[in-house]
Nanobody
């Protein structure tokens, strides 16, 4: 059974940092582009960041560029999202997603379907 399990969410003050992790299991994800999405209360889910299956390419939403960094450990089937300089508007449930092959940029395109989703982890940034 394929699973993506997020962890690392919590409450942090504005300006602080958090690192989210996504543990993938049930298959090898070396050929999957991995990404992070988020959904704030009352808003639609939005793309945050992606890293290609080849690890060469990364892509970020403009709102997090320069503050967030996505990385992955293929051998351990782990994906990370390092979040620095957090703002109250970063408050959301963060979801891990996987899409077979494709580029990191394609993962961020509107309407792109994902093969797998995690259940999310809540990040709350207080002002």
């Amino acid at each position: 059974q394929v699973q993506l399990v997020e962890s690392g969410g919590g409450l942090v003050q504005a300006g602080g940092s958090l690192r989210l992790s996504c543990a993938a299991s049930g298959r090898t994800f070396s050929s999957y582009t991995m990404g992070w999405f988020r959904q704030a209360p009352g808003k639609e889910r939005e793309f945050v960041a992606a890293i290609s299956w080849s690890v060469v390419g990364t892509y970020y939403a403009d709102s997090v560029k320069g503050r967030f960094t996505i990385s992955r450990d293929i051998a351990k089937n782990l994906v990370y999202l390092q979040m620095n300089s957090l703002k109250p508007e970063d408050t959301a449930v963060y979801y891990c997603a996987a899409r077979r092959l494709g580029s990191a940029q394609a993962m961020g395109a509107t309407g792109t379907s994902m093969d797998y989703w995690g259940k999310g982890t809540l990040v709350t940034v207080s002002s």
